[in-house]
């Protein structure tokens, strides 16, 4: 059943895309969204189904299942020629509780998607060309998690990427389509570079590239000890490549710009689909990553980093859709964030606020999109206001997801991201807040004559050890980071809140007198949406670690010195005091109309401009890379063509007619002309003849 279920899952999607591309043309036409509604709807059944098959304590122990398709790539070893092969490498479906997981999310929100722009999109020119590519992009990130190798990870990780462009460029008659389109392409070439460079060394390392060898704790150990520096190595170039996929500093510079497509790709790339596959991959590779602690600080550092930079740059956003997309990546960090820490409580938590942020954060985007589709267009914050009575159920629906994002306690968000605060909170107070596999019988730093014999015992008995490297200090700094940044979250949440729905009812030019609600397929898949980041958290989490008890038996070794003893109440606390400093200061500065925002904003003059300007990271990367480049190809071009247009390939070409000149002359059409010429060859040839024979 489960072995079904898996070949289903990315089949509808696929049919669906080649339905829509073979008769949306000429027979669907304006009803080219139902074979992307049957097709996602129908693999989001099969996922769910899935799911509760996986996560049934009857099938624990059969938890991971790898599918086998088609046998790909076999080249077999010239020297050992009955031995195995020295590449072999099977398109297969890997089975397990971490992709079921990611399946049925990324299923479930991609049908509420489609269903919502079926009205959005109602009207638009190329409709059946959107869903096509919308039903690629699905199935394209469904074989991405259900990939059970790095190469064919890697392929649909390039396919997610194609249909990104395609997507984000989707009005590629608009000249900022088009180029959001190419930057996104162009950014992610960069982050996928280090993607292929460590698949490179994984399989020069391992002889492999398949999920079951690499990331057996066991192989992990053996390759460690032969080249200490590989494992590092390799995490450092796969984690560059989640850098661009999922907008990580400094590689997040496309994630805004994409919000020149249509708003349903916006909520289906920040919430579900090709952002979520970097933390994804690297959630994935945990066991290398625990092996390799220097790269797993990297990665929390970066993840607190780029949550914080996000988070100041959306403070002073006027565009709604740019301040969820810079919410976006600042949610990304946080995921991260925990998955750096190395605990299963971080890594659980930062696959659960995956989750529960595709929720909120397609919800969000959707309700920007209702706000839209009633302003005529008009996305700016400043050009609109009250209208909360205008479009009712959006505003009810949005401030729910805006709860959620803001760590509202009880909701989603809080759940999610209080599991990772609490992770991070753990490791700056736990010696083991980073980790690396040894072998076993190696030297530990632990006090043998300390340790009980059944600790002793234990580890004799384990083939792999984790040792632990201490980085408490750095812990301590990226939760308060962590902490600080929640409390920007619940600000510029709320400020987008209250400016889009509070206030003065204002409404633009652009719409006129036909201001009004969404229809109802576009408010139903809100309401869904709705449902999910207010309730889903708290199911999932169970408030006792569940979900991190589902994920342990996919991600083997990992752990947490800790057990979970209930709630970490100093965390809950820190994060309920900013949620409430967060929506107290929003509501005074934004809630009615208030001066303080404009002397709030003179008062920190330079720090505002920075914010507005994105910290001017698109004009120092102009500058670095940009311009330079461009500079570069022009100047290559000016050599290409004096060097090889002009004098070889000009020159080569000019050969033939320089040659052809010669013999003109004596070709002039006179009869004599040629006779005389004869003769004189003739009487040359006969003194040839004479002098030779003298």
Not at 443 to 451: N, P, R, S
Request: proline share 5%; glycine share 8%; aromatic share 12%.
């Amino acid at each position: 059943m489960i072995e079904w279920l898996a070949r289903l899952i990315p089949l509808f999607p696929l049919v669906a895309c080649l339905t829509t591309l073979v008769l949306g043309p000429k027979v669907l036409r304006e009803k080219s969204h139902w074979p992307a509604i049957v097709g996602c709807g129908l693999s989001s059944l099969c996922s769910l189904i899935l799911l509760v098959f996986v996560a049934s304590p009857q099938l624990l122990p059969q938890d991971e299942r790898t599918i086998p398709l088609y046998t790909w790539i076999q080249i077999p070893d010239p020297i050992n020629t009955t031995g195995p092969a020295l590449l072999d490498i099977t398109l297969a479906l890997r089975v397990d509780s971490l992709s079921a997981t990611m399946l049925a999310m990324l299923t479930f929100v991609a049908t509420l998607v489609v269903i919502y722009a079926s009205g959005y999109m109602h009207g638009e020119g190329g409709y059946w060309r959107f869903f096509t590519e919308v039903s690629l992009f699905v199935f394209s990130m469904i074989m991405l998690v259900l990939a059970a190798n790095f190469l064919q990870l890697f392929i649909f990780w390039e396919a997610v990427g194609l249909c990104s462009y395609l997507l984000i460029g989707f009005w590629y008659e608009k000249p900022e389509a088009a180029a959001a389109g190419k930057k996104a392409f162009l950014v992610n070439r960069i982050g996928d570079f280090g993607f292929v460079t460590g698949i490179f060394l994984i399989w020069d390392s391992f002889k492999t590239v398949n999920f079951a060898e690499v990331l057996d704790v066991q192989k992990i150990q053996e390759v460690a000890a032969g080249n200490s520096a590989m494992i590092p190595l390799i995490c450092l170039c796969l984690f560059a490549g989640a850098m661009g996929k999922s907008a990580q500093f400094p590689l997040h510079v496309w994630l805004p710009d994409a919000m020149e497509g249509p708003t349903p790709v916006s909520a289906l790339i920040h919430a579900a689909t090709m952002v979520t596959a970097g933390v994804y991959m690297v959630a994935r590779c945990t066991p290398l990553f625990m092996a390799a602690p220097s790269a797993q600080i990297l990665v929390a550092f970066v993840g607190g980093f780029t949550a914080l930079l996000a988070a100041l740059i959306a403070l002073t956003q006027t565009d709604l859709k740019r301040v969820l997309a810079y919410s976006t990546v600042s949610q990304l960090g946080y995921m991260f964030l925990g998955l750096g820490t190395g605990l299963l409580t971080g890594v659980g938590g930062a696959m659960l606020h995956l989750v529960t942020h595709a929720f909120f954060k397609a919800l969000l985007f959707l309700g920007a999109g209702s706000v839209m589709h009633a302003m005529g267009g008009v996305i700016d914050m400043r050009e609109f206001g009250g209208l909360r009575k205008k479009l009712p159920q959006t505003y009810i629906t949005f401030l729910a997801g805006s709860l959620a994002l803001a760590g509202c306690p009880l909701l989603s968000g809080f759940w999610s991201k209080d599991t990772i605060l609490s992770a991070v909170h753990e490791a700056s107070h736990e010696s083991h807040s980073a980790t690396a596999v040894v072998p076993a019988g190696h030297a530990t730093g632990v006090d043998e004559h300390a340790a009980t014999d059944a600790e002793i015992d234990d580890r004799a008995k384990a083939p792999a050890r984790f040792l632990a490297l201490p980085y408490p200090s750095v812990y301590k700094l990226l939760f308060w980071m962590g902490s600080f940044t929640a409390f920007l979250t619940a600000f510029y949440t709320f400020r987008a809140f209250f400016m889009t729905f509070h206030g003065p009812e204002k409404i633009p030019h652009a719409a006129g007198h036909h201001a009004h609600e969404s229809p109802a397929v576009m408010c139903l898949p809100l309401m869904i949406l709705a449902v999910g980041a207010v309730f889903l958290g708290g199911i999932l989490g169970h408030m006792t670690g569940l979900f991190d008890t589902f994920l342990d038996k996919t991600i083997p070794g990992i752990h947490s010195a800790a057990a979970h003893h209930g709630y970490d109440w100093f965390v809950i606390g820190v994060s309920t005091a900013v949620f409430l400093a967060g929506l107290g200061l929003a509501y005074v500065m934004y809630a009615v109309p208030s001066a303080l925002p404009e002397k709030l904003a003179a008062a920190f003059g330079p720090l505002t401009n920075l914010s507005r300007n994105k910290f001017y990271l698109d004009e120092v990367f102009q500058g670095l890379f940009v311009w330079p480049l461009r500079g570069l190809a022009e100047l290559s071009r000016l050599a290409d063509w004096l060097a090889i247009d002009t004098w070889l390939v000009g020159g080569v070409s000019r050969i033939p007619a320089l040659v052809g000149q010669l013999p003109r002359p004596i070709q002039n059409g006179l009869v004599q002309f040629y006779a005389l010429a004869m003769t004189l060859a003739m009487a040359v040839l006969l003194w040839a003849l004479i002098w030779k024979q003298g």
